[in-house]
């Protein structure tokens, strides 16, 4: 079944980065744009940006402009969504969506910042 | 970047009808999606288009849009209806497509 596949969970302090994959399988990889959403504990989703995986094309929420890079593998149907300068307020669980129509969902992958 | 503004919650009656409605400028423009989402786990699309149910969603649920505000609607809510409702949309700004969530409405069932 088509599905998407995310990265386990992550702890990382302030300042470093993190670097979160998201497997596609059950479709053709390069057809769909893969987009970026967070949700911090108990808040609503946030669109952070997406890519196209045949072009390799990316568009970034304002917001994250400068901190976030989203790449992929098409060999191995992966996309992948790297922050930098990671701080406490990164805290939150990241998830990769297919589409405009964000129809399919990874499982989310948790990131945490502390020191 | 624009904003999508929806009620922060909603209670119904088992068996009644609710609408969540969400409100911004983009929707003016673009059709909204919405999305339910349970209490840990990921979201899950209920609604796209101008009312279109992606395969397993019961037809209870249904979505409308007039100017600036899009509703989603569920008749004959149910038990397992009670969670958190999303919706989205492309966002007008920019010069590449951005899209935008709205606040979340939490729905409880009685």
């Known amino acids: 079944q088509v599905q998407l596949v995310q990265s386990g969970a992550e702890v990382k302090k302030p300042g470093a980065s993190v670097k979160v994959s998201c497997k596609a399988s059950?479709?053709?990889?390069?057809?769909?744009?893969i987009n970026w959403v967070r949700q911090a504990t108990g808040q609503g989703l946030e669109w952070m940006g997406w890519?196209?995986?045949?072009?390799?094309?990316?568009g970034y929420a304002q917001k994250f402009q400068g901190r976030v890079t989203m790449t992929r593998n098409t060999s191995i149907s992966t996309a992948y969504m790297e922050l930098s300068s990671l701080r406490s307020e990164d805290t939150a669980v990241y998830y990769c969506?297919?589409?405009?129509?964000?129809?399919?969902w990874g499982q989310g992958t948790m990131v945490t910042v502390s020191s | 970047s624009s904003e999508l503004t929806q009620d922060p919650a909603v209670s119904v009656a088992l068996g009644q009808t609710v609408r969540i409605t969400c409100q911004g400028d983009?929707?003016?423009?673009?059709?909204a999606s919405w999305y339910q989402q349970k209490p840990g786990q990921a979201p899950v699309l209920v609604i796209y288009?101008?009312?279109n149910r992606p395969s397993g969603i019961p037809d209870r649920f249904s979505g409308s849009s007039s100017g600036n505000t899009a509703s989603l609607t569920i008749t004959g809510a149910q038990a397992e209806d009670e969670a958190d409702y999303y919706c989205?949309?492309?966002?007008?700004?920019?010069?590449?497509?951005?899209?935008?969530f709205g606040t979340g409405t939490k729905v409880t069932v009685l």
């Open positions: 989205n949309s492309r966002d007008s700004s920019g010069n590449h497509p951005n899209y935008v």
């Open positions: 983009s929707l003016r423009s673009y059709y």
């Open positions: 288009g101008k009312n």
């Open positions: 969506a297919r589409g405009w129509g964000f129809d399919i």
């Open positions: 890519m196209n995986p045949n072009s390799g094309n990316t």
């Open positions: 059950g479709y053709t990889f390069t057809s769909y744009d």
